[in-house]
């Protein structure tokens, strides 16, 4: 039986090669000169650090200009609340999503048996399974997807006949 998954995957490389490029324009650009800002990054957080909220709004708008120009969706970023450090420093947490969440996937799950199309959808850990009869009934529900959902980014991975 066809069947493909509903995944919601970043490029772990190409977030890295985001953030070291954010930190190379931040080291070269003249407004930064002096300041201690930087991203730092561990596996899938990223934590902004900056002198004030200012310099902060500019270091978020460096940090998605390089994940769009790596093409890293910027849907996967999800940016925490910021926090007074030491004196007038900041730092915000940000976080790389990963996997449908369990609301994501119920609103998967719901939109494919509400279309009516001969599919079965079930949630599989961070993932959602579509499998049917026909390639052309997956082909629909991958269209319906890609129309429907718009606030996380989606790929269609392992499709089998």
């Known amino acids: 039986m066809p069947s493909f998954d509903v995944v919601s995957e970043s490029d772990p490389i190409e977030v890295r090669n985001a953030v070291d490029q954010a ?11 002096g300041s201690d800002a930087r991203i730092e990054q ?9 002198d004030d909220d200012f310099r902060l709004g500019q270091l978020r708008d460096v940090l998605l200009a390089r994940c769009a120009k790596r093409g890293v969706d910027v849907r996967f970023l999800d940016f ?19 996997g449908v ?13 509400d279309s009516r199309l001969k599919v079965q959808a079930g949630i599989q850990g961070d993932a959602v399974r579509i499998s ?9 529900a991958i269209a319906l997807l890609k129309k429907a959902i718009t606030d996380v980014p989606l790929s269609f991975t392992n499709f089998r006949d």
């Open 132 to 140: 049917g009869a026909k390639r052309d009934e997956l082909q629909s």
């Open 23 to 33: 930190n190379r324009e931040i080291a070269n650009r003249f407004d930064f000169k």
């Open 80 to 98: 925490g609340a910021v926090q007074k450090t030491g004196g007038d420093k900041v730092r915000q947490p940000i976080t790389v999503r990963h």
């Open 101 to 113: 969440s369990s609301d994501h996937a119920r609103k998967i799950v719901r939109l494919v048996k």
């Open 42 to 50: 561990k596996e899938r957080e990223l934590t902004a650090f900056a």
